[in-house]
């Protein structure tokens, strides 16, 4: 999903070309501590200057159509709390964690 960013600039985000400067890992937490943290992690990587972050949501089961955070975290990307603070967000590369990943481009605080 992008707003103000050109095709050149999304496909290498897509690609995995712009690497991420922060992480943060989802892993094991449910949907309200999972939020807050994104929403605390994204804040403060964009008032430290950050680029591109990578957010590790897990694939959660397949069988289950993927988990709960995967699912959700594409929605909470782009709700109005965060959506002035992202430009654009994709499925990460294979190596660094695949559909289980996620690449956000933020914008300059």
Same mark, same amino acid.
């Given at each position: 999903?992008?707003?103000?960013?050109?095709?050149?600039?999304?496909?290498?985000?897509?690609?995995?070309?712009?690497?991420?400067?922060?992480?943060?890992?989802?892993?094991?937490? &449910? #949907?309200?501590?999972?939020?807050?943290?994104?929403?605390?992690?994204? *804040?403060?990587?964009? $008032?430290?200057?950050?680029?591109? =972050?990578?957010?590790?949501?897990?694939?959660?089961?397949?069988?289950?159509?993927?988990?709960?955070?995967? &699912? #959700?975290?594409?929605?909470?990307?782009?709700?109005?709390?965060?959506? *002035?603070?992202?430009? $654009?967000?994709?499925?990460?590369? =294979?190596?660094?964690?695949?559909?289980?990943?996620?690449?956000?481009?933020?914008?300059?605080?």
């Amino acid at each position: 999903v992008s707003g103000d960013i050109d095709r050149r600039t999304m496909r290498a985000l897509r690609r995995g070309q712009i690497r991420p400067e922060d992480r943060l890992d989802l892993h094991g937490m &449910n #949907q309200d501590e999972a939020h807050g943290s994104l929403v605390k992690f994204l *804040q403060r990587s964009q $008032a430290n200057g950050k680029k591109c =972050v990578i957010i590790i949501t897990g694939r959660g089961k397949i069988s289950q159509g993927g988990g709960i955070l995967q &699912n #959700q975290t594409p929605k909470w990307l782009n709700s109005p709390l965060l959506r *002035q603070g992202v430009i $654009a967000f994709s499925a990460a590369q =294979v190596r660094d964690g695949g559909s289980g990943a996620i690449y956000v481009l933020l914008r300059k605080s």
